[in-house]
């Protein structure tokens, strides 16, 4: 199969494993990414990563992904909830998106229960950990298989 | 692999694949069940199914499935909103649930972005149409392994 | 004319002229549902009457009117205000739908003034007790001339 | 039958079959009450017509109604929403109402799903187009008969 | 003393001590307003009435009353509660406000517990029927030597 | 003393001593009804009981108490917060009822803080466990005595 | 004329003349009180005065009143807007009373817009300074004669 | 059995009996406190009886209690709905508290229905008048004897 | 270029210049019409202008443009804020429509920030005193340009 | 230098060290007062020191602080979010108030999130625990020396 | 004429003319800029232009604008509608702000509807796409000459 | 004593001393660093600052802070009141807290009175101005002192 999945992490998400373990688990950010990298040789899908606390970073970044990515998985993590910027560029570029979250937001604070992303992405994922980008793969190569049929 | 998983899914979505199929798709519950029942066998795990427009027998299915089976997928459809009595069975059954959406919720009414199971669910999935079945699926196989392990 | 109604009531209206009679008043379901076989008699129109107290049993009676029906006549009574279980099957079948009241709702209690049965019907009629079955009616028979012709 | 009904239409109503005839129908307000005119003289009811953008208008037309009309059917459109004095009109003379609409309010925006008509009206019909006045006639005749019986 | 009292009556005021007399009682505005002369003639008053069901005609008045008005005293009836435009005519013309209701308006529906009148008045009188405009008139007296001295 | 008491259980209740103990508490439904009988044979006064996890069924049952019952003590558990049909039916019966809640709902999420029982009930109890239906026992014998005084 | 009147004012009320005199004016409460008891003196009617900072004092003196005072006049002060106790004082002894207050409430913070003695008074008076006591004074004359009649 | 219970009453309450005789009942709250001292002597509980329209007071009473009571049964009148100070005293003496209504209090005005006491009490009692008390007592020596246990 | 213009200005802007300049500016309204006349002269546009403190008025005037105008430029005024009507009307012609307001309506009184009219315009201009109107002016010629295109 | 401060204690501040000393800490507010006093005397302040469970008797005694002190330090426990009185007899002093709170108000019930006294303090510390109190009284030197400058 | 004009857009308005056609237009970013320095040489206007999707680049360029610009055109995007940081920016540098926004923002989703910088703004222009910048330069060279007058 | 201080300072506050003076005061932020530098020296704490505008860019600096700082004192400006990105930074170190404001936001704009530091501070000060700071550090000494023992 043929593919580009463009993988997006939002702040505080490079501290994954370090911090707060009961809530976000004890995989890295890097341990997850590398178990990603070869579920996409398997399936011969080019993958690309992304990370970073700057809103702007993800906008410019997002922007750049047009017509060089077929899928965007997303865990904006605290932007998920404020970043009117980021929807809007997500809708901008008009590349299917998967909204993923490692916690069950859920159970969470109140101001974390709204998503920004949600109304914009084709569907999400959120509460299994880890597994939550892993689920959001094979759900990215179904939506590219579709695309490509 | 050994585990037993049961899948419940609520009002009108006997009717998947003949209503709103822009919506909900082209595949028929029966459709969903039979490529579970696939993997299902494949990875060795007994599966049972059930679906009602009835809140009353949802509740007492979920009652009966204490001891009765390792993780619960349920899609409880209109009752995902406002039934509380649903929230508290599987509250009270103790058995780890998977909350799954054939739509995304969050491009829908404002009425129906407001779920009552998620804040008793492991985690969720939503708008991957029969897929989201799968993945939830998938996620069940491992957290009923974390069980075992 | 040619045409099939079915004519929905929901809990508690089997205590029509029973109970609360000065808001419901005199006439039982049965005095209101035999003024309308007379009048569907007139008309040569095929008429149904179901009545219940259980949701999942209006919303099985709904699934099953799919091309047995032209047109639903429903008073959902209480249900009207919360099941959106009801309004999801009423909204799949795809059946032109009448909304009926007996009593003003919008002089009532706070939470009666919300209905989850409006917005996916063609109109409604509150207010005047059984008279509004009978003019409802009416309305149905118009909505299937216009299917017909 | 004795009996005389005012018909109280209000803003932008003058301009039926002219505009929106999605929302609002291909018949003329003229059109409306000739059908209206036709039903009363075989009733043997008076029949009197009044249309105003102008709410106080409408307001003095109401109130020069006491001891003339034994119903009044009104339609105030846009006033139904935020007029007051309208509904204090309606209480003061204490003549029974008839509320109607020719769309489904309910499928609109936001500010058009509160009544203040409602709560002074006996009862009322909305979404039936031109039908609605029809069946609002029906009713009016029926309660003037209860009035003389 | 000198001074020009101008008094204004909003909609259905006009109808007083001929509808719901147990709230607004026996008293006609004809029998308030020859009270209200008797008053200013012993005060040496001049003093002006205005009533109106139009809010147009209410806001030309108040536009009028520039330079020929020392106060004005305003039961705006049900407009208290919505006209922002006589709200803005009233401050507009920069002249003393006294604003008074028969009814305690508290004591009332929640759409009528919100006066626009309020935010520009001296301050107000309401609850005490026909003695209101009384106090209102002494209130007046009192504002106009006020400005004399 | 002569009386016929109907003690109602709503979804779950049936679950009682085998879930969440620390909010339910050690005993079964069974224990706690073993406990009214008793009292109940003590004072002379007829029982019945009644546990649905169905809406319907709890409807129908209280319809059913027509003529039958004295009093009826409640526990709609989670019906509580959102059935209006079941508020209909106790309304529609005409026999005084009392809530009872075995904790303390006003310590629990916001959607349980509501009740639609409370509206039509003599008076209710809550928080303590058990007991609190042997108090209400207690106050539905002084209100049949009241009755048949 | 025969009549005693009770004139309460509550916290901060005793610093009059003394503080925020752009807003409450130049007198102390001693000189309104010496113009109203020269005011009673004419009229024959008997007067008391009270003031206090304590929410409890005022509830008992409203409590010595019943039997005691034909009318009360009360400022309370900050306690108008969330004393339910004062308001429940003033329900409870059955005596008529009249809400004043020294400036326009109305124009100030939002949390003095809502006044709980509103609900319970025959009228009230706001804005007028000091003259706001002398117009209850008249209107509570005017409650004793009509009581007397 | 050994144990001491102090009974605490809010503002107005010393009023019971005479005072709005249909909502809150005939009886004094003298004539409730000698029925519950004839209570305590059978069971040989040590009662203390306390009531004041003043917070502070109670409030100081509340902290005496510390080391001096097993159990307060509180009915805070008005200060139920908006005393945080009493909330937190009594929250700081860590006595186990039952709250009491002699009213239903979900029947009457919305500011009534919420309860700063509830989130601090074991449980409560609403709407059965003076019975109220008493069950109240029952309750109250249930939780001594499980403290002695 | 050919084309018609309608101003419409909406209550108390006949007092421009004349009341609180410090918002409004210096400016008459005729003033501000006169510079318009010029600048549609000079662009050999046909202008028309209206002023009205009556609703009904802009409204007949508004349905009068019917094929009058090829644009309407509005300052509703205080209408802005409540007049479903007019929305109504503007809405049925059917000619395109430019709000304007002269001063910045997001800075004053919370009633003052939401349009009515927002929602039917191609756009909107606020906050630049007489020069909001040259500003829809120049708008209006150019939505006019794209429609003779 | 020279000054006087005046520090008033709420409501249960009397019991800090006695009573949940998880969220109040260890020190008794009479250790924190000889703390405070210490620190006074090396900078040479006159301090007092006031603590009530009553309203009341704080509002009294800011008021007596007129002319007496020059500046206020107040923890005014749970009347900070309830009483206005308190609020209105500090603004009405005019002396420069500080607010303290032991515990983190913001991390606590929602009704404890909104503060009547920060509107007319200078400023305000909250979480330190006794701390805070110190850190109110070096503030308070600092304004006392500006005010002296 | 003299002048400094500094032109703001912020994320996502570099893909103009490239996304979402429908809403936004076919002209390019820099098609506009273009067309406003043809207008700017015209009028011998200093123009400078600036776009980022990086809330804190906007920010710094802001600041260095004080002392730099005579006036700012600003259309934020997004950042529109939660950005306190920018609002703060542009306020403090104290130079006179004009809003800019292609679409009606008004006609979009409801968390587009609140502008934070409309408060802080001269005024604004919505809804005439490329035009909208035209009418805000226009605006500007107004707000100049009035400055330099 | 040993200890590292980081200060960190959000977007606007390096324009400190130079806007808005009557609100943020004479101070530039290089004189409070300045100032608190002298007293870090006297009690030997390692003190490093802060400043950006950029929020990317903070959250960053506090991510680099885990393990180099014993202490953060924060004054995230206008992020306060959105960023949660920065509320999870802050967790995510799990370093103790101090939140700071110059002024008192209680008194400002609405959105500025929530803030999404304080619940996971230790404490706050507000409204002091530059002294603010300094409280803060010798909080933040405190907190050392205790982390130490």
């Known amino acids: 199969m043929d593919g580009r999945i463009l993988v997006i992490n939002g702040p505080n998400l490079n501290l994954l494993g370090m911090r707060e373990k ?3 688990g004890e995989k890295s950010l890097e341990d997850i990414n590398r178990e990603l990298r070869v579920m996409a040789m398997e399936k011969q ?4 990563f992304f990370q970073s606390n700057h809103e702007g970073e993800i906008i410019d970044r997002i922007q ?14 605290a932007f998920t909830h404020y970043s009117i910027a980021i929807h809007d560029a997500l809708k901008a570029v008009d590349i299917p998106v998967i909204e993923v979250h490692l916690s069950n937001i859920f159970k969470r604070e109140a101001f974390r ?13 959120f509460g299994f ?8 793969f094979l759900a990215a190569c ?7 049929d």
């Not at 899908?45 to 690309?48: A, F, I, K, Q």
């Not at 229960?113 to 084709?122: F, G, N, T, W």
């Open 22 to 24: 009961d809530i976000y």
């Open 45 to 48: 899908v080019e993958m690309n």
């Open 64 to 77: 750049d992904a047009r017509g060089q990515a077929d899928c965007i998985i997303i865990n904006a993590g």
């Open 113 to 125: 229960q709204q998503s920004l992303i949600s109304p914009i992405a084709v569907g999400g994922i």
């Open 129 to 136: 950990g880890a597994l939550s980008y892993k689920m959001a």
């Open 142 to 148: 179904e939506i590219i298989r579709d695309q490509t």
